[in-house]
């Protein structure tokens, strides 16, 4: 464990979960004093001083569906509600490649960008989602926002669907003290991270890392254990962090995914992490969660 | 972290990602020497020995999607190509309400166990979702069943799907020595467990332990830590075991999920895990992490 904090978490909102079933609490909701988070699409827009850009309910298209975000409680009086339009088009791309996120990651507060983070990945989980996966007939959003209802009053079938999220593992292998990271193709020049996978269907998160890290580097990895968690809005993952300790062996580069593997010092990750221009790598930007295990690795073995 | 079995973990199948992806090596494990699970629906069949039943390919219907679950390096010879048929019917129900499913539960080995519920999460999964969730066009079984594809060619929006498992937070509550458990409504007479609930999109998991605590509850928690994961199939569940610390507070029940939260001695949590007669409570079965976490909780309390 760590204390220092992960980006895209944090967020001040209360989610009122309770509010949400209740169709005359929403409704109540959803009047002059709520507010609605400005989206250009599924990009942020930002305010004169920075910071999220939100409006009221009348700057939503009128046949929007809008989600429940939660209570905000800053500033004076009672505590806002919170919503945010679906926008016309999703975004189902695993990686952040539009610069406007990027920039709007650099200059948003922890907190914003945690809100940001959140209610991009719950309408961007509806944009993709209205119709329904097991009849194929469209779908009506519900509970706020928090459940999508194909009505079997309309020819569907009845079911009820939920937003997803993705548990992925993240890794730092460690041997020798010194760690293994990974290259992917079409990364940034110099660019190496932690080697990272989808869990699957019948199988613990331990057995994910294992599983991971023997497909991508031909390492095999024993003692995992986890350090720290993220939730990643491009488009909705749960980063869970973990590290392991790698068997003597030969990397093998899975190249179907990846550029190349290997270890790397102490000082030579202590040297990216800094950004010294001599550094044999680029580390993580300071919003993924790779970034945070480095430094949580490079405080670990610091002596 | 705790070296006891979690059930549904340590399946021996080797999942062998790479053949996914390549047609002419899919297309040349399903021969005669293929092996089929056989399931009747989402029902596990049992041998004379009390083990999974295996066909062959011959066994599914003709139409049939097959999904590949790896290879098996049991018995001699090659490790064998095991397959699994996507049933006519799914079942999105997210407890264990069959009793046959139970039966199969307490019978099986370990090691089936796991290779039963990793079949089931899939096989369910394709099950479930035969239609594109953007577009509402069918969609195709695609990379040996661990995706489907919306074909642009037939119509459709050209979107690719991927099989789907959703991360719960389930955790030990505890404060003053005592753990907090509740009683979800309908459940069996006397059953406490550990609370749970599904992880947002927008929160970490310690952020989630955090909110289901006291949407559940009305108790505030810090020093949330991880205990053990589990894949668990009703439908598909990565169940993430977490510890946590009470503040001070009454308990104030969600009764829309719950009948009843408490909490219990130390002795109470024992006397329930021993099935002792007399035990205040019923314990969580065997193959539930929650059982897992309490015996865990257990050791690291004992003197």
Chains 1, 2 share one sequence.
């Not at 992960?6 to 959803?30: E, H, I, K, W, Y």
């Not at 989602?129 to 309309?154: L, N, S, V, Y």
């Not at 292998?173 to 190496?192: F, I, N």
């Not at 488009?235 to 593997?261: F, R």
Request: proline share 8%; glycine share 10%; net charge negative.
């Amino acid at each position: 464990m760590t204390n220092r904090p992960v980006a895209f978490t944090g967020s001040r909102l209360d989610r009122a979960d309770n509010l949400r079933a209740d169709p005359d609490a929403l409704a109540g909701m959803m009047n002059w004093k709520a507010r609605l988070l400005a989206l250009d699409g599924l990009m942020p827009q930002m305010d004169d001083t920075g910071g999220l850009l939100w409006g009221s309910l009348a700057d939503a298209p009128e046949d929007a569906e809008l989600v429940f975000l939660g209570l905000d409680p800053a500033g004076d009086g009672p505590a806002k509600p919170c919503f945010a339009a679906v926008p016309q088009q999703g975004d189902a791309a695993p990686r952040i490649s539009n610069p406007r996120v990027w920039a709007a990651m650099m200059a948003l507060s922890a907190d914003d960008l945690a809100i940001y983070g959140g209610a991009r990945s719950i309408v961007n989980w509806h944009a993709r989602h209205r119709f329904c996966a097991q009849c194929g007939k469209p779908t009506r959003i519900a509970k706020g926002g928090w459940q999508r209802d194909c009505p079997a009053e309309a020819g569907g079938c009845g079911a009820q669907h939920f937003p997803r999220t993705d548990p992925v593992t993240i890794m730092l292998v460690e041997r020798d003290g010194e760690l293994m990271l990974g290259r992917g193709k079409g990364w940034p020049e110099k660019a190496y991270s932690a080697l990272a996978g989808f869990v699957e269907p019948g199988e613990s998160m331990e057995e994910g890392v294992a599983r991971e890290v023997l497909e991508e580097s031909g390492i095999v990895v024993h003692s995992v254990s986890y350090i720290a968690s993220q939730p990643w809005p491009f488009p909705s993952q749960l980063m869970i962090g973990c590290h392991a300790l790698a068997e003597p062996g030969d990397i093998d580069v899975d190249t179907t995914e990846l550029e190349d593997v290997r270890f790397f010092t102490r000082e030579e990750v202590q040297a990216a992490m800094n950004r010294e221009e001599g550094a044999p790598f680029g580390a993580p930007p300071p919003q993924a969660i790779a970034n945070h295990l480095l430094g949580w690795w490079l405080e670990r073995t610091g002596s």
